[in-house]
């Protein structure tokens, strides 16, 4: 029954939409998700019906994407994340979580998304290969690629980091 599918399957889009949208396109987003799921009540699977509205959500979103002609900032996903447990957080976890934006928002948008699948989402590689319209393999191929390029992105990244900061006067302290 579709309003069942809708109960228990709407925070769940709907984190996955604002995650990835504007907060003021996530709602159209959204609605656009359930109405496909509407027309196309039939052909969900049973058991995989929240990978099955990823996969609508995904396609709604690039198609939200081209008529906006808009692309997302990776500072603002991170904005949209719920705050960090401990409010104690050092320099340097900070230096390194921005050293890791970075080299995040240097991937594709393919490798960042098998990205956020496994790592926001939590889903399983083979719901990602669902979501993603490939299969078990291809997806994991595709999330050992995109671990790799993040890999090879983050040391420069930091490299970069520490040229830059190398020109700059340090402050001497008196103790």
Sequence with gaps: ??????????????????????PSSAPDVVADVFLTAWRRFTDIPDEKELPWLYGVARRMLANDRRSQRRQISLGELLAAQPPAL?????????IV???LARAFDGLGDADQEILRLVL???LPIKDC?????????????????AR????????QISSARVLSDEGRPRKESHA
Excluded at 6 to 19: D, G, I, M
Excluded at 148 to 155: A, E, F, Q, S, T
């Design 120 to 122: 926001w989402e939590k």
């Design 97 to 99: 979580e921005l050293d």
């Design 1 to 22: 029954m579709f309003t069942e599918l809708y109960r228990q399957n709407y925070a769940a889009v709907e984190a996955y939409v604002s995650k990835r949208t504007a």
């Design 86 to 94: 401990s409010n104690e957080r050092q320099p340097d976890d900070v």
């Design 148 to 155: 790799k390029r993040l890999g090879r992105l983050l040391p």
């Design 129 to 145: 290969a669902l979501v993603l319209g490939c299969g078990t393999a291809a997806a994991r191929v595709r999330l050992f690629r």
